[in-house]
């Protein structure tokens, strides 16, 4: 049997952008909902100067809360060094260091280039393994950038070898801004598996519709483990109405439809897809199953 | 160099449940500015009746005014021997009979069985022929039915055999409710080929999101034939919001991004989009490319 893990990534990349705002309280109950639902990681929080990006100023209590919660992989977001210290402090198990691949999104992200952020990442392993922290990487803007244009491969497979010697646990390539095509997939999720033995991730943006054929490019690549957003929360700010990431509820359907196992609900995640639209009632959502529901003939893997 | 023809389907299939009517004058516009912007083919009516279907009761003029589109194949579609006299007559240059593969949609759509529709495309065949008329076929519900529920693959896999024998000069197989996933595609269209040699087309809706990942499953069993919506016109009735047929730009923009080559203009197809939402402002578009716009790093794949 074939299973992929789907990494809802709502709380963090959803909520980083978006007007609305969610108390704390209410992103515990997301994630609980989300992990009844079968869902065995969520990205909750991401450690950030709380003057940048205010929604996430409750990181410390969403990591304690999330810590509470039986059988579920909580991963923090953590951008240089100082935000690994305070994530590991809150307790944090899981986080994942961010080095964007496009120099020019580096330096407008975090502010140096992307050698530096490279080269702060085995300080923050080090952190990480004094603290028995699981960390893995992310690379993003890995198949291109709004503010650069094309990234060569070179320098994301080049980042591939390098994080991966460092020890990161899992290695994540990110399409930030919605670039990539299944041909783009298929020729850096391959070179990348040839610099590596760690697990690799895959997190699409839908931006132009491609989200998904880019999921199942990954797949036939071997990548088992994918980043979504519930309801596609995370529209992009420069273009309304425009989608983010992938809907967490299509992507499972897909997989599954595929004969992969999530071990995901379709029911319970549809139900919470829906609390969280009266949630956030202002925030645009996408997704078609919420709306179609499965198909009659639909079965998930686990019972085909 | 792969090419690919995407055959616009929204005069038709994107009309046909629609609340907004469209005149003759701007059916007519939408079709020179869609052959304008590089589209070979497009399915401009079905000759239904009237009664049942007002907004094709202008469907012999539609025919005539296409006919002055040079290097465009119009396709007009047909129900039955009526219906394929009608386009006929009116001077239609290729037409398209349909058949479910689905008894109770077969019923439902055109009250006989499947068998019966299939007895009378030779019927229909016979007419195209004598007057130089393309006939080709559709299977309706390929992939199952919201009615019937499963529809077995040996039944499609039969109504190919047949259709091909008759002579269907193409034969599409349709996911008229938007069921199929990419396995399910694969394996049908794969069983397809093996049982004709005419060119298959692929008409898939968007209903739970996997119309692109469809697009690229049936591409690489061979299809170079593909219907879509521009803008995804025609949502599905019964449920609100849903979408229907997959969206052409977004189609396309995937076609061209993995280098199959289709001779549509992007901008000149996007322009028609934001112009079709001003034709009908109380019909729901869906398509991301439209909202976003072609990737930075993006080029067609006549110029890649």
New interface residues.
């Given amino acids: 049997m074939t299973t992929a893990c789907v990494r809802e990534v709502g709380l963090r990349d959803g909520l980083q952008l978006a007007a609305s705002r969610l108390d704390t309280d209410t992103k515990l109950d997301w994630i609980r909902q989300q992990a009844a639902a079968g869902f065995r990681e969520i990205e909750i929080t991401s450690f950030v100067p709380p003057s940048l990006l205010p929604q996430f100023s409750d990181a410390a209590e969403v990591v304690a809360g999330a810590n509470a919660v039986a059988d579920l992989t909580s991963v923090s977001l953590v951008l240089n060094v100082k935000g690994a210290d305070r994530a590991i402090a809150a307790g944090a198990r899981h986080i994942t260091y961010v080095v964007s691949a496009s120099e020019a999104h580096s330096q407008s992200n975090v502010r140096c280039s992307t050698q530096e952020a490279l080269d702060r990442f085995p300080i923050v392993m080090a952190l990480a393994r004094d603290a028995g922290v699981f960390a893995g990487a992310a690379i993003s803007t890995a198949f ?1 950038c ?1 503010l650069q ?2 990234v060569p491969d070179q320098q994301v497979l080049s980042l591939v070898s390098s994080l991966s010697e460092y020890g990161a646990g899992e290695i994540t390539l990110a399409d930030t ?3 990539a ?4 997939v298929t020729r850096l999720f391959r070179g990348a598996a040839e610099r590596t033995e760690r697990p690799l991730g895959a997190h699409f943006h ?5 989200g ?2 880019n ?3 990954a797949l036939d690549t071997g990548v088992r483990h994918f980043d979504a957003s519930l309801g596609g929360l995370g529209g ?1 700010p420069f ?5 983010g990431n992938i ?1 967490t509820e ?1 992507c499972v ?2 997989l599954e ?3 992969v196992h999530t071990g995901v609900s379709i029911d319970a995640m549809i139900a919470l897809r829906q609390q969280l639209a009266v949630w956030l009632p202002d925030e645009a959502l996408t ?3 919420a ?8 079965s998930t893997a686990s019972v085909a």
């Fill in positions: 291109g709004s244009g094309a801004v919605g670039f095509s299944p041909r783009d839908d931006t132009r519709g491609l998904l054929a999921v199942v490019a992009c273009a309304p109405g425009a989608s809907a299509d359907y897909l439809s595929l004969g997704g078609k199953l709306l179609a529901g499965p198909a009659r003939t639909f």
